[in-house]
């Protein structure tokens, strides 16, 4: 059974700190990871990976795939009350099917 | 563009009831979800469609079905709710992959559904 899991499931960080967040996953006949940020809503797309040691960066975060290892970290530097969310990683296979994980809660006090 | 909308926003519903959650988009994407999402749980795949006509089973079907009847709509029915399906309902679409192709989803805003 495929499966995604997150790690920490919850952290809170001051402003200014970094974060990395954990994500691993068994996923069979993998295509794609995907980093998504959730707020009050909807999830929104951050990231899409699908070749290893090839970093994906947008302004203060950045994401990198290790498929021999099966996981993936995303980093926040420089954090901002506005980072505070739930990130969600999922594993996307061949079969059109995406496996998300439990998402890691982040909490960025001023 | 709208993106993807969902509708209705909120609902109550007593054991027994049915209903139905419709989901609309507006980018001709072929392929279409339908999540729930619950307290520390992520994000759980009910059904997917790939295409107008087509539907498959996700992670969780049970006590649910869809209807892909057109193109930008997909339909989530609930027979007899029950109070387990009390949660968050997210819809996403997408384009189809392929080398230029993107697995990015799009969500709509989601319905938050109480069965009592």
């Known amino acids: 059974e495929d499966k995604v899991v997150q790690s920490p499931l919850s952290l809170v960080v001051h402003e200014g700190d970094t974060v990395t967040l954990n994500c691993s996953y068994e996923?069979?006949?993998?295509?794609?990871l995907l980093w998504y940020k959730q707020e009050k809503k909807a999830p929104t797309f951050l990231f899409m990976l699908?070749?290893?040691?090839i970093e994906k960066k947008s302004g203060r975060l950045s994401s990198i795939l290790d498929k021999k290892e099966l996981f993936s970290i995303l980093n926040i530097t420089a954090t901002q009350t506005g980072d505070s969310a739930i990130y969600l990683c999922?594993?996307?296979?061949?079969?059109?099917?995406?496996?998300f994980g439990p998402g890691t809660r982040l909490s960025v006090l001023p | 563009n709208a993106g993807v909308t969902q509708t209705p926003k909120f609902r109550v519903l007593k054991t027994g009831q049915s209903m139905t959650l419709l989901c609309a988009q507006d980018m001709n994407h072929e392929y279409m979800y339908w999540y729930r999402q619950d307290p520390g749980m992520g994000l759980r795949l009910i059904h997917y469609?790939?295409?107008?006509?087509?539907?498959a089973k996700g992670e969780v079907p049970d006590g649910y079905n869809v209807s892909r009847l057109k193109k930008q709509n997909f339909l989530l029915g609930l027979e007899s709710a029950a109070p387990s399906q009390t949660s968050v309902y997210f819809c996403?679409?997408?384009?189809?992959?392929?080398?230029?192709?993107?697995?990015?989803?799009?969500f709509g805003p989601g319905t938050r559904l109480t069965v009592l």
């Open positions: 996923v069979t006949n993998f295509r794609s």
């Open positions: 996403a679409s997408r384009t189809s992959g392929g080398a230029s192709g993107t697995d990015t989803q799009y």
């Open positions: 469609s790939v295409g107008e006509g087509t539907t």
């Open positions: 999922a594993g996307h296979n061949y079969g059109q099917n995406f496996v």
């Open positions: 699908t070749s290893s040691g």
